[in-house]
């Protein structure tokens, strides 16, 4: 597993072992007091003495396609953080990473960069403690400041090291991890705060590089919080880049009603077997949504003692998922008019 | 030799073969019109072809440390190009390099920045033709877009190759190729304009590389024009990190006299042998800056012939040169009330 591959089954617990992280424990849960802690988010490095005192967000966004709804769950995670505890947020949008990575164009890049723009600021975030940064579109100064004095002191060799790149990796990817690190200290640098980064384990090895060059450059080490994979609507990971695994925030419910319909389930083969049995709500992608996601435990328990079919459990998902995405669009066609307020050059 | 080791002699006529440039003949530097031209700059890529039409000009500024009197040269030239050709003039300065290259801090550099920065003020740019982006204060948003394009094309072992880069080179300095090419390809991407870059024969390597990338996204390769190292006072290069090698812009007339009065020539050991068998005017530092800089061919022609001693060849260079830094200094006063109309974020 790295940063750009990410397959299969995981192993948490030795993961976070791997990591040097610890597991969020009861108390630590609750003072965060959301409820995907520690359902979703399992983990972290330092969070318990980073919410001690004032402290930074940062929580990237990678614009390759359109938002799914687990990115709705991170940003809405962290719009509660900010009321909750007052957090400074900020939000970079690794462009120029996707253009990098993944071959996309510049332009197709720029029409994502907007149509994610439009989703975080729907979220609500409060202008006065949060800054939006679009690498190729109103890079911040201070970040490539940053990326250049981190970059002296990461070599190609670690980097390859950490990231698994080749001598055929082109030369922008092999900058990124200090642009990335960059992204990640700002706070820090610029105002002085201690950073916290809500980051999916799959992502951890930025939070690495970035903690090993903080000490480096006589900057706090940032701490993390980490999420498991979100888990897709096919079973395997949740992709923005394969539609079927995701619902988008701009879906209509009638898409949304289809994915729900075709997503991979935990029903046994008859139904007569499901009441009897009940499903599998152990590897059900609609139960886990349930949980995960909605906190609706009440019909994942139905579902397994047999009470309900899949049918019925996916018509309830459809309704939740639905309520919170009609909300969403509703804000994020006001959000049109709120762009100026973050990126004034995309307004 | 490579751009970031220069040491010794050079044989030009082999570089050109190597590099696949071409000599400026006499009727391409009577169609240039300048003195330097081809006594300094003495050879070219595309330098016929490029003024036949609209072009533009980068010329680039490491800010290391002052500018000496051979940078003074460099762009007093290229404000002959622009009033002579009407050239766009982008000047970017590589402060970025010159910390992940050099190890100098981000604090020396942005100091050295203003300094050289009211040199080339001075030197009389026109303002509406003029553009200068100091890559860690007014970075352009639109040469970073360009250095991730870029990049994007660039592979880690052609950069390595190129550069004679390792696995311990910090990856800024393996990313900048990327941006050294991006400045240079700025006006072509923004404006449509062939470049052209007048560059020491030891830059090249960045020329071949942003030449070899400008076809692959599209954009007219850049065309150059080649100095010969610029000869130090001690016979060695002329550095700015090697003090008594260079006469700096704001040196003092003493501090010039005492220069000159060191300087390295071609004297013979005694008054009497120097009379009767004339100055080595081929190896002395003084005749070359006569000719080369001041076109002063008679009084090389006097020493050569023993009618005059190094004393009064370096009484007269010492003239030369005060003449030019004097206005130069007064001119450089001035600029301090001029920085705003070309980077107001040091004004």
Redesign the interface.
Known sequence: MDAYNVEGDVDYDKLIKEFGASLIDDRLARKIGHPLVPELFFAHRDLDKIIEGKFAIVSGRGPSMKMHIGHLMLFRFIKFLQDKFGAFVFIPFSD?EK??AR?FS?EHVLKMDYENLLDIIAIGFDPRKTEIAL?????K?EV??L???????????T??AAMG???????????Y??MQAAHILYPTKSRGLPVLVPIGVDQDVFVKLTRDVAGKIGLKKPGDILSKFIPGLTGTKMSSSKPETSIFTTDTREEVKKKIWNAFTGGRDTAEEHRRLGGRTDVCVVCNYHRVFFQNHEIVRKCGAGEILCGESKRVLLEEVWEMLEKHQKEREKAKDRVKKFVPELA
């Open positions: 120029d253009l990098l071959g510049a690498d190729m579109v109103n890079m100064q490539y400041n990326a250049v004095e981190i970059s002296a002191r990461m070599t190609a060799s980097v390859r790149f080749t001598g055929e990796t082109n030369i922008g990817l092999q900058f991890p200090a």
